[in-house]
């Protein structure tokens, strides 16, 4: 199994990225996606979510801000994030969960990536 992040980088604040995350080695359909995020000193937060059929879920703090997508045929999960903030510095991390189900718990989440840099300052 495989999860590899691609898309962080510094950004100034206000500004936008694109995190893609390839899978490999598992009926990527089948599973929950997610991206999860670690700021230095702060626990692991739940981003957002999808399943199978696009249904997604995210984390009270995004507010709009970032969106989650999948592709199905190309087994890779996205997040796109607008008007980033310099708190929205963390590493950022996908996830697969088998369970199917919207959980922003990373109990749910079975195989992870190893994190992309996500870095938001002037």
């Known amino acids: 199994v495989q999860l590899v992040e691609s898309g962080g980088g510094l950004v100034q604040p206000g500004g936008s990225l694109r995190l893609s995350c390839s899978a490999s080695?598992?009926?990527?359909?089948?599973?929950?996606m997610a991206w999860f995020r670690q700021a230095p000193g702060k626990e692991r937060e739940g981003i957002g979510t999808i399943v199978s059929s696009g249904q997604a879920r995210y984390g009270d703090f995004v507010k709009g801000r970032f969106t989650i997508s999948r592709d199905n045929a190309e087994n890779t999960v996205s997040l796109q994030m607008n008007n980033l903030k310099p708190e929205d510095t963390a590493m950022y991390y996908c996830a697969a969960g088998p369970s199917g189900a919207l959980s922003l718990g990373d109990w749910a989440y079975l195989f992870w990536g190893q994190g992309t840099r996500v870095t938001v300052s002037a």
């Open positions: 080695g598992f009926t990527f359909v089948t599973y929950s």
